[in-house]
C-alpha cells in the first residue's frame, strides 16, 4: 500500500458499528462520511468564481417519472461561443452517490477546459430496478444531444461520457448504446473516460479472459474501508440490485462488438479488487481497433482519490484527470 495512503487510513476515526444487520441507509451514511465528506471539502477549495460560469438545474423525463440533471456552462462575452460537452455519471455502486457528489469539480473542469457539463442525477437502486441508471442516463444524454442551444455547445467540437466505478460502468454501456442507435447518426459520443471501471459480475467473465482477472484475488487483502469490492460484495451487490449479469447493459464487457467505439481513457488503482476490470477492458478495446490510454496508481485502492484526494498520488491523478480529457478532446491523438 501506498505509505501515505496507509498513514491516511491508520488516521481515520473508528466507524459507527450498526445496530443489528447493516441497513441501506446505514450503508449510505457511511459512504457519506468516508467519501462524500472529504471530497466535497477539497472540492471546495477547487470552486472558480461564480462569475466564470453558469449553473442551472434542469428537470428532464425519463421513463416512469424525471430526473434532475445539472448543467454548467462556461459564461463567455461572446454571445455566439460554443464548447465541447462533458456528460457525467458518479459512481457509488448504482446504490450511493447524487448529483452533488462531483459538482464543484466539474465547476472547475468547466471553467478550465471551457467545456459545457451535464451532471447527471440518475435514479438509484434497490428502490429502483437494476436498469434504472443506464435508462436514466440514456434517455439524458438523448435529451443533451437535442438541446445543444441549451449548453452553448458544439457536438463536433466533443461529446465526452466520463463516470467513475458504476458510472464508468454506464459510460461504457452509453458508448455502445449510442453507438448502435440511429438518433445518435452523426451526434455521436467522441470520447469516453473510465475511472475504475466495473465492466463484468465475475459470474459472467468470459472463458478465454478468466485468467486476466487475477486482481479479485490478488487485492483481497487490502480491505480498508467497508465498500472495498470482492467476490462475496459483488455477488451481494448482484442480488441487491436483482441485475442480470449477462446483460450487456449490466456487463458491458459482454457487448458483441466493441469496434467503432470513441476513444477511451481509462485509470485503474493498483490494489483495487476491480484493477483488472480496467486492464481486460482496455485490452478488449484496443484490440477491436479503439484508441486507448490507460493510466495505472500502484499502491492504491478503489475511490482513495475522493477519500484522501490530497495525497500525493492522487495530486498525480488529478492532474492525469485533466490530461486525460484533453487527449479525448483531440480524439485520442
Known amino acids: 500500500m ?28 457511511i459512504s457519506k462520511t468516508l467519501f462524500d465528506v472529504p471530497f466535497r471539502a477539497w472540492q471546495v477549495s477547487q470552486l472558480p468564481p461564480e462569475s466564470t460560469y453558469v449553473v442551472q438545474d434542469r428537470l428532464i423525463p425519463v421513463e416512469g417519472g424525471e430526473i434532475t440533471i445539472r448543467t454548467v456552462v462556461p459564461a463567455d462575452e461572446d454571445p455566439n461561443a460554443t464548447f465541447p460537452i462533458l456528460f457525467k455519471q458518479h459512481g457509488g455502486g448504482f446504490m450511493f452517490g447524487d448529483i452533488d457528489t462531483w459538482d464543484y469539480y466539474l465547476r472547475r473542469l468547466c471553467v478550465d477546459l471551457r467545456i459545457s457539463v451535464v451532471n447527471v442525477g440518475y435514479r438509484l437502486c434497490p428502490e429502483h430496478s437494476y436498469d434504472t441508471p443506464v435508462n436514466d442516463c440514456f434517455a439524458a444524454l ?13 457536438l463536433s467540437k466533443g461529446l465526452i461520457l466520463m463516470g467513475d466505478s458504476a458510472g464508468a460502468n454506464i459510460a461504457a454501456v452509453l458508448a455502445h448504446e449510442a453507438r448502435d442507435d440511429p438518433f445518435f447518426r452523426g451526434r455521436q459520443p467522441t470520447g469516453q473516460f473510465l475511472c475504475e471501471p466495473f465492466v463484468a459480475y465475475p459470474s459472467v467473465y468470459p472463458e478465454a479472459l478468466k485468467s486476466e ?105 488529478w492532474a492525469d484527470f485533466r490530461k486525460g480529457l484533453e487527449w479525448l478532446l483531440q480524439r485520442g491523438e
Open 2 to 29: 501506498d505509505p501515505e495512503l496507509s498513514a491516511a487510513v491508520a488516521s481515520l476515526p473508528p466507524l459507527p458499528p450498526p445496530e443489528g444487520p447493516p441497513t441501506l441507509e446505514y450503508l449510505r451514511a
Open 142 to 154: 438523448k435529451w443533451t444531444v437535442e438541446n445543444t442551444a441549451a449548453l452553448k455547445a458544439d
Open 213 to 317: 482477472f487475477r486482481s479479485l484475488e490478488e487485492n483481497k487483502g487490502y480491505v480498508y474501508q467497508p465498500f472495498t469490492a470482492s467476490y462475496a460484495g459483488l455477488e451481494q451487490t448482484e442480488a441487491m440490485l436483482n441485475a442480470s449479469p449477462t446483460d450487456p447493459r449490466c456487463s458491458p464487457l459482454l457487448y458483441a462488438s466493441h469496434a467503432e467505439l470513441p476513444p477511451a481513457y481509462i485509470q485503474a488503482m493498483g490494489i483495487d479488487p476491480l484493477r483488472d476490470d480496467a486492464y481486460v477492458y482496455e485490452k478488449v478495446l484496443r484490440e477491436a481497433g479503439v484508441k486507448t490510454k490507460l493510466d495505472l496508481y500502484p499502491g492504491v485502492g478503489h475511490g482513495f482519490h475522493a477519500q484522501f484526494p490530497t495525497i500525493t498520488i492522487a495530486t498525480k491523478l
